[in-house]
């Protein structure tokens, strides 16, 4: 019997909606749902992949322990008394600071995972609490805190509605948008051409989506705040800004004089971008009917990642571009966590109430940057990590100096994984617990509806029950946070597992019974869990509406222009334009930046067979001249090497590249022995951050800055 199941895809951001064809239990088509209004139908390569991901043979199913004698087989009971008795002993003994945590990217596409996973950190109340937030995003949680008041108050661009899109370091065609929930981005960009608009793409690679762009300018790694201040500076000279009746005068005064000590005609020395060029974006972008500028992980990952996302917004204020229609704007989403009634309300944030014990790392929402956490493992002392737990996260190729966490992590007294992968993070585990794969459980995106380009809401129930005996990511938590609780106030632990009446979906029932379409709002909606379960292909709940002043967070209900924060950074911007004027390039001293390929997701789809057809995409691409200088030819190994580590692979010469910047992408780095991934190891590349730096930082927030790291190329001798 053929079965039709409709879900949302859990790889990347976009959400899109899938049709499955099952077939006596088995997935026989994947396709996209024509009638989810907000995917249109839409999906690529990786979606259908959610069937070879569930069938994959190297995918864990129940816990494993690490012995003498390799990896054995317990029982969940066992393995999970056994953990929360060790974690409690280690904290009893270091204290609560001794036990670190770091929370993996796919945590936030699984909503149960989140709901839990934070309870149990919550309970362990550890300042050695990481994640991904801080070799991604964290510079735009941290601008929207410091300027709207709330860190999820995240600019979305009106991609739909806007006549100028101008993008830096980004490549939606690859990574199908961020922080820009779009699915069938590459049709939306080119509606934007078709009705009369234009995208700009800036970047040091001639991308995919640059290549498709109205307009596409190199650009010298880490030098885009120069770039955007410029703009800004052009934007004032001429007249181009527009009144906003939320911003106070003074500080468009004091962000107009910042700006005016870098002239286009100085700062295109250190960018690359001519003066002719940036005076005619400004105007272009100030005379657009919606224009909005955007940055993603290009702007974010480098050393000056927080002013880039300040200068963003403050181009989107200044040009009235900023909660309005074709600019940037907010969501109301069904589960609503800004609302300060919501029975959802995340914090609005929090900045550096404590540091990292070795660096004085800034905390931001309880979470201290994860280029610290090696350091805080192997620095002996008062405070010092004797214990990991990680969940949906590889940090061990995923984020700077990961040599050097390899080291760390292999000193632990003890570790555990949450995780369905034995690979180069797990394996150092005493414990990995495998949860349920996608197809296995329900699913409500809690995060991605938050940065969706439209509102919209769907839930999706699993498509299979799991295998007799398996958990949930957010069943694992909660058995361990109540061992953990029963422990710490010395009472017995039962020989069972124990179960919760409160799951994940009733939370969210609540929370949307309560939310903005709910009832009790008094909205004609409805929402529900219910509602949503009779709406497999999701409920569109219309365009972004502007929503300021009363969304805002800060207290006198403006928008905070120029934060004191950003201006204390900008002499350390300062200083490192002068460097950049006066330092001399080396031969064979190159900038290194990353990239993402359709095909890939970050570390942990590379054990999928479909998506590793075709050619190697593990390669240092280099621009023609630059590797006729150094006599390297195609798919020659090059040795690339930086204060850090040394690591070869084969060159790709491409004109796509910006001369002097070379390019290698994440994710890979599969050889290391005893990691349990057949396809991968076959593909297994080099990781790129053993060549990124866990001391090159954006200093102001403390996130990794992956972009710009100084690398020497040399070819391997024969
Ligand atoms: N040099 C460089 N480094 C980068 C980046 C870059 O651009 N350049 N990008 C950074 C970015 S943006 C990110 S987000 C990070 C990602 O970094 P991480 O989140 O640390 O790494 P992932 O590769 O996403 O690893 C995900 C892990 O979660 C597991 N997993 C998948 N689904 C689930 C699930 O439902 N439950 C559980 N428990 N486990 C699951 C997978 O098996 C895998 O082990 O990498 C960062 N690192
Ligand atoms: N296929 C696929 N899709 C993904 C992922 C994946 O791994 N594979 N990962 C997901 C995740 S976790 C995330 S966070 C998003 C990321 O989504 P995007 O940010 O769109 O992804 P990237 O392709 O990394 O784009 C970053 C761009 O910045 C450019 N860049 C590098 N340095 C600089 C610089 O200094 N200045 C400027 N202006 N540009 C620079 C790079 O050349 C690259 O084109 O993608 C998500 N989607
Ligand atoms: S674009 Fe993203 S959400 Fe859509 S099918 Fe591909 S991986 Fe899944
Ligand atoms: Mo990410």
Redesign the pocket.
């Known amino acids: 019997m053929v079965r039709q199941h409709y879900r949302s895809c859990t790889l990347c951001e976009a959400m899109c909606g899938l049709r499955l064809e099952i077939e006596d239990d088995v997935v026989v088509a994947v396709r996209g749902d024509k009638e989810d209004k907000f995917s249109r139908g839409h999906l690529c390569a990786k979606g259908p992949e959610l069937k070879n991901l569930y069938e994959d043979p190297d995918r864990l199913k129940f816990p494993l322990k690490r012995t003498e004698n390799g990896w054995e087989k317990v029982d969940w009971v066992t393995a999970l008394t056994d953990i929360a008795t060790k974690l409690v002993e280690i904290q009893n003994k270091y204290g609560n600071d001794s036990i670190a945590v ?1 929370s ?4 936030v ?2 909503y149960g ?1 989140m709901l839990f996973g934070q309870r149990f950190i919550g309970r362990l109340r550890t300042k050695n609490n990481y994640s ?1 937030t801080s ?2 995003q964290l510079p735009h949680q941290l601008l929207s805190y410091w300027m709207f008041g709330h860190q999820l108050l995240v600019p979305i661009p009106d991609i739909d509605r806007t006549n100028f899109f101008l993008i830096l370091g980004g490549n939606p065609f690859a990574s199908n948008g961020s922080l820009m929930t779009v699915p069938d981005v590459k049709k939306r960009l080119k509606e934007i051409q078709e009705r009369g608009g234009k995208y700009v793409v800036i970047d040091p690679r001639k991308t995919e989506t640059a290549v498709h762009a109205d307009e596409h300018h190199f650009i010298l790694p880490g030098t885009d705040a120069f770039f955007l201040l410029s703009i800004i500076d052009v934007l004032f000279k001429k007249n181009l800004t527009k009144k906003n009746s939320l911003i106070k005068e003074e500080d468009l005064l004091k962000l107009k004089s910042i700006a005016a000590q870098y002239p286009a005609n100085e700062t295109e020395k250190l960018t690359g971008i001519s003066v002719e060029t940036v005076e005619r974006i400004a105007f272009e972008f100030s005379k657009a009917n919606g224009a909005v500028c955007y940055g993603r ?1 290009g702007v974010s ?1 480098q050393a000056f990642g927080a002013l880039c996302q300040w200068l963003i917004n403050s181009i989107n204020c200044i040009t009235g571009n900023m909660d309005s229609v074709g600019g940037a704007m907010f969501t109301l989403p069904a589960v609503d966590m800004i609302d300060p009634k919501g029975v959802m309300k995340s914090s609005p944030g929090s900045f550096h109430t404590y540091g990292s014990r070795v660096r004085d790392l800034p905390e931001f929402n309880e979470e201290l940057p994860v280029a610290a956490l090696a350091e805080e493992i192997l620095t002996p002392g008062q405070g010092q990590v004797k214990a990991l737990v990680t ?5 061990l ?3 700077p100096n990961g040599s050097q966490l390899e080291k760390a992590v292999s000193s632990l007294e003890f570790m555990v994984s ?4 034995l ?1 180069e ?2 394996k150092h585990a005493h414990y990995i617990l495998p ?1 349920s ?2 197809l296995e459980h329900d699913h409500y995106d809690l995060v991605f509806n938050v940065f969706a380009v439209r509102n919209t809401v769907r839930y999706n129930q699993p498509a299979f029950e799991p295998e007799e005996g398996m958990l949930h ?1 957010w069943e694992i938590f909660s058995d361990l946070t109540k061992r953990i609780e029963l422990l710490k106030s010395e009472k017995p632990l039962p020989k069972e597992l124990i179960k919760t009446k409160i799951t994940p979906s009733a939370i969210i029932d609540h929370a949307l019974k309560s939310g903005p379409y709910g009832e009790k709002s008094g909205s004609s909606v409805g929402m529900s869990l219910e509602l949503l379960k009779n709406s497999p292909h999701g409920v569109d709940l219309g365009a972004l509406k502007p929503c300021f002043p009363d969304r805002l967070w800060t207290e006198d209900k403006m928008i905070r222009l120029v934060p004191k924060e950003v201006v204390s950074d900008l002499d350390r911007l300062a200083k490192y334009g002068q460097k950049l004027l006066t330092d001399k390039k080396e031969n064979g001293s190159f900038l290194l930046i ?1 990239r ?1 390929h359709l095909r890939n ?4 789809m590379h054990n999928l067979p479909k998506l590793m057809t075709g050619k190697d995409r593990c390669t240092l691409m280099i621009h023609p001249e630059d590797a006729s200088a150094l006599g390297i030819k195609e798919e020659e190994e090059v040795l690339v090497e930086s204060r850090v580590g040394k690591i070869g692979l084969p060159a790709e010469i491409t004109e796509e590249m910006m001369r002097g910047v070379v390019s290698i992408p ?2 890979f780095g599969h050889a290391k022995e005893g990691v349990s991934l057949q396809v991968a190891s076959k593909f297994a590349g080099s990781s ?2 053993d060549l ?1 730096d866990d001391q090159v930082l954006d200093e102001l927030s403390g996130n ?1 800055a ?1 972009s710009g790291i100084p690398v020497s190329l040399s070819k391997r001798s024969a």
């Open positions: 770091y993996g990217n796919p945590s596409h699984n995972s991904a070799v991604d992980v990952t969940s949906a996260g590889n940090p190729l995923s984020t949450v995780d369905f992968y690979n993070t797990t949860p794969s996608a990511d990353g993402r997701n970050n570390s942990w994440h994710g790129i951050n990124t990794a992956f």
